[in-house]
């Protein structure tokens, strides 16, 4: 009994040390970029035994903020960097859309940026006001910090203190799920992240604008009017493992990673 | 008494340096828990210090961003949909644990134990996602938008059930049994034999075990996050979406300034002297009958 433990007790010291020897890098920040992100980092990982990296969501926000801190090599934003954040360093790694997303039987045909504004300041009770059938509106609005949230304000123009949301959540999935779940609901969410779940699961629309499809190809193409760069930061020039993981996150060899999320490869 | 029967083997050297030993991981639980204590309060202080312990209770708002950090609400809608998740748990807890212990045939009741242990092995996050695709547009079917109390208190007495009913089945399986058989032998019928007898001397178990749950359901984040709408509004009604106080910590700690940070601590203040008041209560309360 006792050499059997001795032995189980070296093997375990042995696995245990095994993973002393590898290189860790931590990337953390926006939620739509992280599914993207660690489907790169797994490639990335295949063939350079003994570097793992480890992908957190948490928010654009936070990325820039745990990079600062020295919490994360990397950051992912879905955004632009801020005028406070220029001391920063960005790399675009895909283009993505922002569109409006109802549950799967809500009709509705579209929705202009008034009637947008309408129904995130609580003024739009019901669905047949704008063309859709006799049902309560659910708003479904982003908790703060998050890159998804900001841009929707800035483009529709909504004073974020006056948004009367009904559920506030986290992340795309969690958005989509919630709109999906109830039938008055409408949220924003990544165009890529709505079209995989819809192509996976359906029971979601995406909502045109402007008399564009909310599609990837319309992101690629430049014609969706409310586009957004993902981008990669970091608070000062990366060195070895994390300089080659960022290039690689911008090659030609990623592309197909980042069309089966349904994003645009951001083409320099 | 164990210790006073026992005293002679105090004096034995051996005695002695075993418990020695055996005070240091006592110590440690201790001081882990002031360790915690600590930290919080002073992670706290900067924000009490420069907008005091009234502001965060009188403010009317949740906006950090403009310098309103009213928590009052999700004060509320934690002890809201805490309470109601033990409300429902309790009756649901005790009733399996005495169903097992006093009316099952023994391989049934080893499978129900069973199933109670399984449950309380789920992580919360599970429970999440199951209340986020079921639950909710359950609720919602009935009045939108789903995320709500209501959704959350369910999944919630789902998840301190089997606290509760194990700490139920802990307690009964400990009346002694000849309390029990004299009982039935003057005639009483089983369900008296439980509300008469045996309740009464498993109080003290039962009632550690809900202190217990009532805890957990005051500390759950994950679960509560997904399915409670997170609008920071007073719960008024059990379909209004609200937002916990540990939900909001699990929401804006990432992004957090300095100074919102403190303020989230105060919260995370507030829930430490919230659990400690409950356990306080629940200690005094749970001393019941005991030969």
Known sequence: MTLRSLIGGIALLAVGCGSHASTRITVTGSSTVAPLFAEIAKRFEEGRPGVRVDVQTGGSTRGAADVRRGTASLGMMSRGLLASESDLLSWPIALDGLCLIVHGDNDVPSLSADQVRAIYRGEIESWDEVGGPDLPVVVVHKAEGRATLELFLRFFEIDGALVVPDVVVGDNEQGIKTVAGSPGAVGYVSIGAASHYAEQRGGLRLLPFGGVPATTRAVESGRWPLSRELIVVAARDPEGPVRSLVEFARSEEVHDLVRALSFAPFRP | ?291
């Open chain 2, 1 to 291: 008494m164990i210790s006073s029967a026992l005293s002679a083997s105090r004096r034995s050297a051996r005695d002695r340096r075993f418990r020695r030993l055996l005070a240091i991981p006592a110590a440690l639980a201790g001081i882990a828990v002031l360790g915690i204590a600590a930290f919080v309060i002073a992670e706290a202080s900067p924000a009490l210090r420069s907008i005091g312990l009234w502001a965060p209770l009188a403010d009317a708002q949740w906006q950090p961003a403009s310098g309103a950090f009213g928590m009052a609400p999700m004060l509320a809608a934690t002890l809201v949909i805490a309470l109601g998740a033990l409300l429902l748990a309790a009756p649901l807890g005790v009733g399996a644990a005495a169903f097992a212990r006093m009316w099952a045939p023994r391989p049934l009741a080893r499978v129900l134990r069973g199933a109670q242990i399984l449950l309380a092995g789920l992580p919360s996050v599970v429970f999440g996602a199951w209340g986020l695709v079921v639950v909710v547009p359950a609720v919602a079917a009935w009045q939108p938008p789903g995320a709500s109390v209501l959704a959350a208190t369910l999944v919630l007495a789902l998840m301190i059930l089997p606290t509760i009913a194990l700490a139920a089945d802990a307690a009964i399986a400990g009346v002694p049994g000849d309390l029990v058989q004299g009982a039935a032998a003057l005639g009483l019928r089983r369900g008296a034999v439980l509300r008469h007898v045996v309740l009464p001397m498993a109080r003290r178990g039962i009632g550690a075990g809900l202190v217990l749950a009532l805890g957990r359901a005051v500390g759950e984040t994950m679960a509560v996050l997904m399915v409670a709408g997170n609008v920071v509004q007073w719960p008024t009604s059990v379909f209004a979406p609200v937002r916990t106080l540990t939900a909001n910590i699990a929401l804006e700690m990432g992004y957090a300034s300095e100074a919102h940070r403190s303020v989230l601590f105060v919260g995370g203040l507030l829930l430490l002297a919230m659990v400690a008041a409950l356990t306080l209560v629940g200690h005094r309360r749970g001393r019941g009958i005991h030969a």
